[in-house]
């Protein structure tokens, strides 16, 4: 029952992470008919990957910016315009369109993300609970529903622009909910207060940690049940699936567990969990074993990243907060940088088996980052900052 009250209390958020998540999952589950439609190399496809990163960071830094100027609508007018161009990396024909399709795909789906995290980070402060793992939940759900359907619709002989186009007309119709302010804070005269770059940096850091292990799976999940294990596009969808599915437990499951476990605790234990997971994943034999190699990296990824964001969000001011939000967001995704090139390079110089294998090696670096953090800041969350908030703590407006 916590569970489904942090679920409601986060509940307009959290319809944004579903959004986010029906985007993903799409596409993840597209991308073998992508690359095919492309006819491009796993490296080349990986480079091309990097089109992505780079709207999602450009949109990292302009985020606060668009939080000040449109207020209470920014993440509903964000996530619209997202909303319509979801179907749009499913009709690319070539290297270049694809390219620049994912540049701006990155611009809305990165604004869209800072927005609801920060939105989110400011609701855990007012309320004094931990919601982020309920955030990134639905985010999960979302994923998993998409890849899914997505591998029904490419099963039935339709091409990726289709399932795509469905799950952005579905996201569309979720937006028009998304009207929910920012908070609004009060500064004191002559305070000389400073962001604290540090912690900053080091939650940055877990965030990376946790965003570049997800995105191998998001991004070649499919590919290497296909290729690697030779299953048809419903057995290559459930790649992506597993992973949603079993990241959407972990984190409704790692919101009940922050209740009663130290945040710190609980990324120890999901960091080694992602690491055997990754290893099964690059050892198996049979898409079934793959699959739970999956299923267990995407339950002990799931939390590392919402935990990364809350622990910044506890350590920081109120009027620094989606500033925070947003550098720490535009490290973890540079994350969308580096994974998919190293995945395409490792991929095709040693196979995906040995490219997941230093995934195993990656999901671990969170822990040495996390003692770093507990050195330099120790948990506090100040539930009586000096702020206004212009939406109440249920998180609501229409």
């Known amino acids: 029952m916590r569970i489904l009250s942090a679920i409601w209390t986060a509940r307009l958020a959290s319809v944004a992470f579903v959004m986010v998540g029906l985007f993903w999952g799409s596409f993840a589950a597209s991308v073998p008919a992508i690359r095919e439609n492309l006819g491009v190399s796993d490296g080349v496809f990986g480079f091309l990957l990097l089109g992505n990163a780079t709207g999602l960071v450009m949109a990292m830094f302009a985020a606060p ?6 207020k209470d609508r920014g993440l509903q007018v964000c996530a619209a315009l997202f909303s319509c161009m979801i179907f749009l990396p499913g009709m690319a024909q070539s290297a270049m369109a694809f390219f620049l399709i994912m540049i701006v795909m990155g611009m809305f789906s990165g604004l869209t993300d800072v927005l609801m995290n920060a939105r989110l980070s400011e609701l855990e402060v007012r309320s004094g609970r931990s919601l982020m793992n309920a955030g990134h939940g639905m985010f999960s759900v979302g994923y998993a529903v998409a890849a899914f359907s997505t591998g029904l619709v490419r099963d039935a002989g339709y ?10 007309l579905v996201c569309l119709i979720l937006s028009s909910r998304l009207r929910t302010a920012p908070e609004v804070v009060e500064t004191e005269a002559g305070s000389t207060e400073r962001m604290p770059w540090l912690i900053l940096l080091v939650c940055g850091g877990i965030v990376l940690v946790a965003f570049m292990t997800e995105a191998t799976v998001e991004t070649w999940s499919a590919l290497h049940i296909e290729r690697t294990l030779n299953g048809d596009p419903l057995a290559g969808a459930l790649g992506p699936t597993m992973l949603g599915l079993t990241m959407a437990f972990g984190r409704l499951g790692g919101q009940g567990l922050t209740d009663y476990l130290p945040d710190q605790l609980v990324v120890v234990v999901a960091s080694l969990l992602a690491s055997a997971g990754a290893l099964v994943a690059a050892a198996a034999p049979t898409a079934m074993v793959a699959y739970i190699g999956f299923a267990l990296l995407g339950l002990g990824v799931s939390v590392i990243g919402p935990l990364g964001l809350s622990l910044l969000g506890q350590r920081v001011a109120p009027r620094f907060r989606t500033e925070a939000i947003s550098k720490a967001a535009v ?30 090696v990656l999901a671990v670096l969170a822990i040495p980052l996390l003692l770093v953090l507990n050195r330099i800041s120790p948990p506090k969350l100040d539930t009586q900052s000096k702020s206004t908030s212009s939406i109440p703590v249920s998180d609501t407006r229409s």
């Open 159 to 168: 091409g990726p622009a289709v399932a795509m186009g469905l799950a952005g």
């Open 331 to 360: 490290m973890g995704f540079t994350g969308f940088f580096f994974a998919p090139v190293l995945m395409g390079l490792m991929s095709e110089a040693y196979g995906l088996r040995m490219a997941y294998a230093g995934v195993a």
């Open 65 to 70: 910016r668009v939080d000040r100027l449109l």
